[in-house]
């Protein structure tokens, strides 16, 4: 697109990226006429990949069981937004167990009358 004599804000706006990313990797580009994605970048991961399977493991195990079961089996401070991060992950979703039981069709039309 550069080379077609787009603009970096065109460009950007196309790819869904910041001007700032599209101009570093035009940079690179021109120079080594190559370009690699920078490791590092983001915030570093709070558990192994042994702690990430552990927990998905747990939730496919029993998919009631609660946050506070998984850190403690886990065996390291693990936050529940990162519990919830590795099931997403994995394509999971946490379940919670009924607090009660629903009322059935009968249960709730002799509640109505």
Same mark, same amino acid.
């Given at each position: 697109?550069?080379?077609?004599?787009?603009?970096?804000?065109?460009?950007?706006?196309? =790819? &869904?990226?910041?001007?700032?990313?599209?101009?570093?990797?035009?940079?690179?580009?021109?120079? &080594?006429?190559?370009? =690699?994605?920078?490791?590092? !970048?983001?915030?570093?991961?709070? !558990?192994?990949?042994?702690?990430?399977?552990?927990?998905?493991?747990?939730?496919?195990? &029993?998919?009631? =069981?609660?946050?506070?079961?998984?850190? !403690? &089996?886990?065996?390291?401070?693990?936050?529940?937004?990162?519990? !919830?991060?590795?099931?997403?992950?994995?394509?999971?979703?946490?379940?919670?167990?009924?607090?009660?039981?629903?009322?059935?069709?009968?249960?709730?039309?002799?509640?109505?009358?």
């Amino acid at each position: 697109m550069k080379t077609a004599g787009w603009s970096t804000r065109r460009v950007a706006g196309e =790819v &869904d990226r910041s001007e700032c990313a599209v101009r570093t990797c035009w940079e690179q580009w021109t120079q &080594d006429g190559t370009y =690699v994605q920078r490791n590092g !970048s983001g915030a570093t991961r709070k !558990s192994t990949r042994r702690e990430d399977r552990r927990i998905v493991w747990q939730a496919l195990v &029993d998919p009631t =069981v609660t946050h506070s079961t998984t850190q !403690s &089996d886990v065996g390291v401070p693990v936050v529940p937004q990162t519990i !919830s991060r590795r099931l997403a992950e994995a394509n999971l979703q946490s379940k919670r167990p009924f607090r009660v039981l629903p009322l059935t069709p009968k249960h709730r039309r002799l509640r109505l009358q």
